[in-house]
């Protein structure tokens, strides 16, 4: 990354369109070059998430599960979990089952379902969160601080949008 926060590496506009007719299509150079910087973004911020949550001693799928806990009166099921998480079931029972190992969470029995289990989030996954949320907070702050209310509302907006467009890529 450049001193002035732009990213030497990312496709340019021309880059793009030079692409798209090298190939002879006719897709919007634009909207190609969106698509391709939003991608890199997203790998950049995600490996800089798992920097930030190994701070704490979490992973990001640690901290969503905590987190996701905490927002449903700290239990749920591991079903349930996946779904909310949007990952395979056998992934939550990894992130559980290192949880359980820190004592973070806790398997019980389900009062409502005797056949199944829920996860509970501990005391001690409870102060993790709050220990962490001061620093945590004001880091996510600091991370969109260039942007101003009214522009944070749009991105909102822009984000939910191309959120809804992502099937595209895993379409059939």
Known sequence: MAADGTDDDSPTLDQARRQL???GLGADPQAVLVAVRLISAGARLGRAT??????????????????????????KSPSRLAADL????????GLVDGLE?????AR????????????????????RLRDMAPEHFARLEEMVDELTVDE???????????VRGIGALTAE
């Open 21 to 23: 007719e090298h190939y």
């Open 101 to 105: 190992q820190e004592g973070l969470v």
């Open 152 to 162: 944070r509302a749009v991105f909102l907006d822009l984000l939910s949008r191309v």
């Open 50 to 75: 798992e920097v930030h949550f190994a701070r704490y001693g979490l992973s990001t799928g640690r901290y969503r599960l905590l987190a996701d806990l905490e927002d449903h009166d700290g239990e």
């Open 108 to 127: 019980r029995p389900s009062v409502e379902d005797g056949r199944g289990a829920v996860v509970v989030l501990t005391a001690r996954g409870a102060q």
């Open 86 to 93: 949007g990952v395979s079931r056998a992934t939550v029972t």
